[in-house]
């Protein structure tokens, strides 16, 4: 069986490796037009149980990333100069090159050697492939061949971020909300590795024009983000890493596959990086893709619409959320005007998936403090 993958990101990789892992057999190709050491940005954040989903099926590689991360159990909001502690919701981040590098390492150890700063143009270049994954981001060339028949969305959020990092390292996940003379700012910075943190700025669609960011250079801008978050970053500079200013693309697709081309990843979809879950959701997309395939004897007319029926109510949950945590972002420079407790309530229950009843088990000090039985002593 001859599998063509394109894409070694988060997805791509492990996907290449659960198969190859699997059907050592298998003749399994992974394209990625992209260096092996190029990547954006800084640190990824996952939800609270990290990389449990991995602890059973795939010991090894759980052993391999766990240790690398870095974790913690609370969520610091700063409002009004005000720090609130939301209790009990966890996260954990890792470098997102030291992530790439490790799943890298686990492909390699497999037998595939990825074919890194190779681009195609034609899907026509891998037509001898009996499965084709598009692996290959938000600008998927599997996607773009065949939009129609996937039904391929492509939308953009109106809010611009700048992926920043910082030597600054953070006790636990902060949000801070700045409303300036030029306009509302929010950074969401956490640490990631030791001495690093990631420092993610973002502004609505009128303080990116009235801030005059459009026309500045990335020196300008980092130096105006840098002023913005004075405080917050102890004085400490901001560090570029094609940090330029973007809209939070939104992916979606009607079908997940096409005779024997099939997505997974930001390919297929995206989840908005305010809940940290979008290298987790790829790596699942990898696994539950996997699976599918072993089910049916790889045999991938069967597979592939298994895949879907399995993966997509679990998805479209977690897009769900997503889409409105994003949609509570946009509009965050409104709910500013809230005070420091209600504005808090209203952040930790943008998704729709935590209601009061589950505030009180999960943050039992926060929720105390929204119905103002805290202990005051």
Known sequence: MRIAILGAGPAGLY???????RRPDADVVLI???PASATFGFGV???????????????????????QMESWNDITLVHRNERVVIDGIGFAAIGRLKLLQLLQARVRSAGIEPHFGRVVKSLDELEGADLMVGADGVNSLVRHTFAEEFGASVGYLANRFAWFGTSKVFDTLTQTF??????????HHYRYAPGRSTFIV???????????????DDADSRALCQKVFADALD??????????????????NTRWH???YVLVGDALHTAHFSIGSGTRLAMEDAIALNRALAEHGDDVAAALPAFEAARRPIVDKIVRGA????????????????????????????SGRIDMARLRKLSPQFAARIEGTEDMS
């Open 15 to 21: 996907l290449s490796y659960l198969i190859k892992r």
């Open 32 to 34: 990625e037009q992209n």
């Open 45 to 67: 954040v996952f939800s609270d149980r990290a990389l449990e989903f991995l602890r059973e099926d795939d010991p090894e590689t759980f052993a391999a990333i766990a240790p």
């Open 178 to 187: 700045r409303h300036t003379p030029i306009g509302n700012f929010n950074a």
């Open 202 to 216: 973002e502004v609505d669609a009128a303080t990116f024009v009235g801030a005059g960011f459009e026309k500045m």
């Open 235 to 252: 004085g400490r500079p901001l560090i570029s890493n094609n940090s330029v200013w973007r809209r939070f693309p939104q992916v979606s």
């Open 258 to 260: 096409h005779g024997k």
């Open 323 to 350: 889409n409105a945590s994003a949609a509570w972002y946009e509009n965050f420079g409104e709910h500013m005007a809230l005070g420091v407790t209600e504005f808090a309530r209203s952040y930790i229950m943008r």
